[in-house]
T-cell receptor, first 115, second 114 residues
Framework: NAGVTQTPKFQVLKTGQSMTLQCAQD?????MYWYRQDPGMGLRLIYY???????DKGEVPNGYNVSRLNKREFSLRLESAAPSQTSVYFC??????????????FGPGTRLTVT | GQSLEQPSEVTAVEGAIVQINCTYQ??????LSWYQQHDGGAPTFLSY????GLEETGRFSSFLSRSDSYGYLLLQELQMKDSASYFC???????????????FGSGTQLTVLP
């Protein structure tokens, strides 16, 4: 099992450019999440998808859109990148079953720089 | 909203015991989780407490007091490889029908010295 995979690993964008970050999991998890992590800080939730076909805003959704393509894949789109979106982006998934620890499994991250 | 507080840095020597505290203010609380993150790596799950008390997993233990909105992570027999950032995270459900979410603290950088 690959777990959670993310592409690309690194990306440099110019202000105003758009891009899509891809995420896939092979653990048959229902829930998937996108976080950003700025230097010296914790992770902040951008969007999440509790199950296939649903998406909801997290703490910092402005400037982003998401698509839950199927149960495996959850993509994050920056329509018009801004320097404030320079960050490390992590995708995560969890089984989210009642009574479980709701443990989240994280991908390796995408390091995005917007100039 | 939710807020969590944990120390920004802790330093200890190999073989020692260290405790990382976490206090939180939140609504819709379900449990407290701990994650470890090495430099340049992804967070990995360490433990989860839904009920009051101590949970032990090898050298690591985690404690929760729901009445005090407080928990801690205890690392025993410290090793150099334990040098990492440790994040507490509250598991919350914002509203009925919504999925549970994790809100993370800012992290505690643990440095283990030889």
């Amino acid at each position: 099992n690959a777990g959670v995979t993310q592409t690309p690993k690194f990306q440099v964008l110019k202000t105003g450019q758009s891009m899509t970050l891809q995420c896939a999991q092979d653990m048959n998890h229902n829930s998937m999440y996108w976080y950003r992590q700025d230097p010296g800080m914790g992770l902040r939730l951008i969007y999440y998808s509790a199950s296939e076909g649903t998406t909801d805003k997290g703490e910092v959704p402005n400037g982003y859109n998401v698509s839950r393509l199927n149960k495996r894949e959850f993509s994050l789109r920056l329509e018009s990148a801004a320097p404030s979106q320079t960050s490390v982006y992590f995708c995560a998934s969890s089984e989210a079953r009642a009574g479980s620890s709701y443990e989240q499994y994280f991908g390796p991250g995408t390091r995005l720089t917007v100039t | 909203g939710q807020s969590l507080e944990q120390p920004s840095e802790v330093t200890a020597v190999e073989g020692a015991i260290v405790q990382i505290n976490c206090t939180y203010q939140t609504s819709g609380f379900y449990g407290l989780s701990w994650y470890q993150q090495h430099d340049g790596g992804a967070p990995t799950f360490l433990s989860y407490n839904a009920l009051d008390g101590l949970e032990e997993t090898g050298r690591f233990s985690s404690f929760l007091s729901r009445s005090d909105s407080y928990g801690y992570l205890l690392l025993q027999e410290l090793q150099m490889k334990d040098s990492a950032s440790y994040f507490c995270a509250v598991s919350v459900q914002i509203s009925s029908g919504s999925a549970r979410q994790l809100t993370f603290g800012s992290g505690t950088q643990l440095t283990v010295l030889p």
